[in-house]
Every structure is written in C-alpha cells, then in structure tokens.
C-alpha cells in the first residue's frame, strides 16, 4: 500500500514539473493576483496562483526582515518602519519582473532582488 501511495506522489510531482512553464511562474502568479486585488466585489475567483504569489511573496519579504540585521551594512535593506502590505509588496514584485533583463534567476531571487531595489539604504 505504501508504495502506491509513494508512486501517486512521485506522479503528481513529475506532473507539475511536465506542466510548469514561462506564464505558470510568478510574474504570472503575480499579475493574477493584482486583477484580483484591484476588482472591486466578490465576482472573481479566486486561484491557487494568487496564494502561490502571495505566499513566495510574503515568505521572501518577512525572510529578509529577520535576516537584514545580520547583513553587513553595505548589504542591508532600509524597510520602513511601517508595515509592508502584501499588495505593496507583490506590486513591487511584479513592477520589478517586468522591468527586469535578468534570466535563469529564480523567482524569489527576483522577489529578493525587487524588494531590496524598492528600500534602498540612502
């Protein structure tokens, strides 16, 4: 029985990796998540891919909180003593994807990456 289920998990695994491609990645994931942000009433659904966004999102954001301190000061992120909304933050993101020259960079590199542009240290 266990190793039914063990072979199941490797087929929904390979199967997401067969499917994944250029507009499944989070740039995707990401402008889905502003048209949902920015309707106004309840007529859209809602996708896994905006909690996917989100969550990348929110995960390399808080990362780099609890991290920065640790950095050295060169290296350093200036947040603002404000909270950061998500929907900041994934507009930042996604102002940053699509601006951006750079590839074969993984997407929460390019999250890192946009975030630390947005609160640059003067």
Not at 30 to 38: G, I
């Amino acid at each position: 029985m266990n190793k039914w289920i063990a072979v199941a998990l490797l087929g929904l695994a390979v199967s997401g990796v067969v499917q994944a491609g250029p507009s499944i990645g989070l740039l995707a994931q990401c402008e889905e998540t502003l048209l949902f942000m920015d309707r106004k009433g309840f007529e859209v659904s809602v996708s896994p891919s905006i909690g996917l966004c989100v969550g990348t999102v929110e995960g390399v954001l808080k990362t780099m909180r609890a991290l920065n301190h640790q950095l050295p000061k060169r290296m350093q992120t200036c947040f603002p003593t404000r909270e950061i909304t998500n929907a900041e933050a994934v507009r930042v993101v996604v102002k940053y994807m699509r601006e951006s020259e750079m590839e074969d960079v993984d997407d929460a590199m390019l999250a890192m990456f946009a975030i630390q542009e947005a609160y640059l240290c003067n």
